[in-house]
């Protein structure tokens, strides 16, 4: 509703930049909304494992702050790794109290957002998101981490703030890197591909003679 009202007024006031800026950011707010039932379904899904999937995000506002929501507003914990910042941020109120940590140091918050993942899931973002995107891949491409399902959200997004296809022609990249990720547009998508890669969607563990001779 206020990014509503911010185009609303920007139209009254008939600055075209100011328009286009209000336009674009009532557009990506979706993206919001998107992460926020993203985060509710992993922690659902969560709910029924033994071996729980906790949704960990850097703590601030905006996409953060969706999925820490997201988790709160399904009944389950969530993290927050919030780093020190001159302009920004404090730690949203979504946060589970007692896993809200702080940070100093951006390569300490990394190692820790890595090490423990089972899956990321990059939303449309800026130099930090990209940073953090682009070192999972690079690791995962020269085999330095294990591999884990890497998935961004907002195909055009992504497909013009990169050309994938480009990287691959110059050969900075091969092809097959290209399946190293996952463009998808929507929170389904999203876990779909999360619950297939991390085999969420077998069926339940049989029993008897059969489980036996497995």
């Not at 899931?121 to 690079?138: A, K, Q, W």
Request: net charge negative.
């Amino acid at each position: 509703e206020r990014l509503a009202s911010a185009e609303a007024g920007a139209e009254a006031g008939a600055d075209p930049a100011a328009i286009a800026r209000a336009r674009m950011a009532l557009s990506m707010s979706r993206y919001y909304e998107e992460a926020r039932e993203l985060s509710s379904l992993i922690t659902q899904a969560s709910m029924r494992l033994d071996e729980k999937i906790v949704v960990v995000t850097g703590g601030g506002p905006g996409i953060m702050e969706a999925g820490n929501r997201g988790a709160a507003e399904a009944g389950g914990p969530s993290i927050g790794l919030n780093i020190v910042l001159p302009h920004e941020q404090e730690p949203n109120p979504y946060i589970t109290p007692r896993l809200c940590f702080q940070f100093h140091y951006f390569a300490l918050r990394k190692m820790h957002f890595l090490m423990r993942s089972a899956g990321l899931v990059c939303f449309p973002g800026g130099f930090g998101t990209l940073d953090e995107m682009f070192e999972v891949l690079t690791l995962t491409q020269t085999g330095k981490v294990r591999k884990r399902p890497i998935v961004l959200v907002g195909r055009e997004f992504w497909s013009k703030l990169i050309n994938w296809e480009w990287l691959v022609e110059t050969g900075m990249i091969a092809a097959e890197d290209l399946k190293l990720f996952h463009l998808v547009e929507t929170a389904q998508e999203a876990w779909a591909v999360l619950e297939t890669a991390l085999g969420l969607d077998a069926p339940e563990t049989m029993t008897g003679e059969f489980a036996d001779d497995v």
